[in-house]
């Protein structure tokens, strides 16, 4: 089983979240957003791999507008540009 979220902070254009063995981790929000798996965006994890946004579609200043663990333990991330959200497995983070 997977290593579950117990917290997050928003530190220098990163994600750190906190991990209940004990480990820590840090996502540049750039990436996170680059990397949104969700239908609108494409599905990097298709045989496809067919991508709807591109890396140059990110705005630079991008930022969670919210972030919260849902009860299923993904990352739920809102951005501030376009109020898309992302969801992220924790296997996957």
């Not at 906190?18 to 965006?41: K, M, P, Q, T």
């Not at 990097?44 to 299923?72: C, H, N, Q, W, Y």
């Not at 951005?79 to 959200?85: A, D, L, P, R």
Request: glycine letters at 10%; charged letters at 25%.
């Amino acid at each position: 089983m997977a290593a579950a979220i117990v917290n997050f902070d928003r530190d220098d254009g990163r994600l750190k979240l906190a991990w209940d063995d004990g480990s820590e981790s840090a996502h540049h929000f750039i990436w996170l957003r680059d990397n949104c798996g969700c239908s609108a965006c494409g599905d990097k994890v298709s045989t496809s791999g067919e991508r709807f946004l591109r890396l140059t579609d990110v705005p630079a200043d991008i930022a969670p507008a919210e972030v919260a663990v849902g009860a299923d333990g993904g990352l739920c991330i809102t951005w501030n540009h376009g109020g898309h959200t992302s969801r992220y497995d924790p296997a996957w983070l």
